[in-house]
């Protein structure tokens, strides 16, 4: 399989987490690429049975689509795992790296891989690291988004996306921050919280990509 269509299989199950209708638009903003571009590989993605069209859902993974998908992640994740417990890379840094590795290296060096760093469960990023074979099942799943509730909240995963890396990076968010949300502003569809006496105002699009766990009492 080319490196392209694995990608195409990545953000077609990203997409599929927000819960909304996939359509090639969506697709295209999220592989920076053109319409007609989407539509010539969702043709042979359908054609080879990785994914299927839905009236509900726009794009769904088959079975065997799930599986290389849940594989693909499965070597992003160790890779990440590795680099930054191993090479120093910062969390923002390891993404493009294991973004270019992921297509190259061998079943083998994934599985030397995973003996080496002892067998992880999750990536840098609170990710699930699915064992061999097995589908892609995330632990969280409660966004930022889709909590209204005031209260304290524990950051415990984010998508992969480099900008949101970023984002995180420059305003001092990791994995395990404790944050407070302070408001949620219905006019402007934001987010006030709260990390250590500093407060931060995030937008929707931000909270839709961050997962949350309510700090038990």
């Given amino acids: 399989m080319t490196p392209n269509k694995e990608d195409?299989?990545?953000?077609?199950?990203?997409?599929?987490?927000?819960?909304?209708?996939?359509?090639?638009?969506?697709?295209?903003?999220?592989?920076?690429?053109?319409?007609?571009?989407?539509?010539?590989?969702v043709k042979k993605l359908l054609s080879e049975g990785l994914i299927l069209k839905d009236k509900q859902t726009g794009y769904l993974l088959t079975k065997k689509g799930q599986i290389l998908a849940s594989f693909l992640y499965r070597k992003h994740r160790?890779?990440?795992?590795?680099?930054?417990?191993?090479?120093?890379?910062?969390?923002?840094?390891?993404?493009?790296?294991?973004?270019?590795?992921?297509?190259?290296?061998?079943?083998?060096?994934i599985?030397?891989?995973?003996?080496?760093?002892?067998?992880p469960k999750v990536c840098p990023h609170g990710g699930t690291i699915p064992q061999y074979g097995e589908l892609l099942v995330e632990k969280y799943h409660t966004t930022l988004k889709d909590t209204k509730e005031e209260g304290t909240y524990v950051l415990k995963r984010v998508q992969d996306n480099f900008q949101l890396l970023k984002y995180m990076e420059q305003h001092h968010l990791s994995i395990g921050d404790e944050l407070t949300l302070l408001?949620?502003?219905?006019?402007?569809?934001?987010?006030?919280?709260?990390?250590?006496?500093?407060?931060?105002?995030?937008?929707?699009?931000?909270?839709?990509?961050?997962?949350?766990?309510?700090?038990?009492?």
């Fill in 183 to 217: 408001e949620y502003n219905d006019f402007a569809d934001a987010y006030t919280i709260e990390k250590e006496g500093k407060q931060l105002q995030i937008t929707s699009a931000v909270a839709s990509q961050i997962y949350v766990e309510k700090k038990k009492s």
């Fill in 8 to 41: 195409y299989l990545k953000i077609i199950y990203e997409l599929g987490e927000y819960g909304e209708k996939i359509s090639n638009k969506q697709i295209a903003e999220k592989m920076s690429v053109s319409a007609p571009a989407v539509s010539e590989m």
């Fill in 78 to 109: 160790l890779i990440e795992v590795f680099l930054m417990n191993h090479l120093n890379y910062t969390a923002d840094e390891i993404h493009e790296e294991a973004e270019v590795l992921e297509h190259t290296v061998s079943n083998i060096f």
């Fill in 111 to 119: 599985e030397r891989l995973d003996k080496l760093l002892h067998y």
